[in-house]
């Protein structure tokens, strides 16, 4: 199981290297990886000229599983929700002025040496979750 467990651990860093890499492409300067507070967890924290992104990263190898968006289900929504309001009390690096907060999904698929990205800004509403 650790070997299991190590594997996964790489996909996801080198998933997370690829989104980031992306959004960054996008205009997007990164603010926090990994962002911590208990048991909460924001994968990638953003900024652009829309302002704040909170994006979380799925990443699978083969196309044959579901899409890695569909695992961002209500649960995960709220866990994220809550990191961000916490994020966003003791932050002190944000940019300055008013900022709208964004909830992101990045969908990451490696098959062999293509890697698949697939972007959904704004993908859920937090009044929803």
């Known amino acids: 199981m650790e070997g299991g467990r190590n594997h996964r651990q790489e996909l996801g860093r080198r998933g997370e290297d690829e989104a980031c890499r992306f959004l960054e492409s996008q ?31 799925k990443t699978r190898q083969m196309s044959i599983q579901a899409p890695p968006q569909e695992n961002v289900d209500t649960a995960k929504q709220r866990n994220i929700v809550n990191a961000a309001k916490r994020y966003l009390r003791k932050a002190d690096s944000l940019p300055p002025g008013n900022h709208e907060y964004m909830f992101d999904v990045v969908g990451i698929t490696f098959e062999g040496e293509s890697v698949q990205i697939e972007w959904f800004p704004q993908a859920y509403i937090p009044i929803y979750v």
């Open 27 to 57: 205009g997007h300067t990164i603010l926090e990886r990994n962002w911590r507070s208990g048991h909460l967890e924001i994968d990638i924290i953003s900024y652009d000229s829309a302002g704040i992104h909170f994006v979380e990263v």
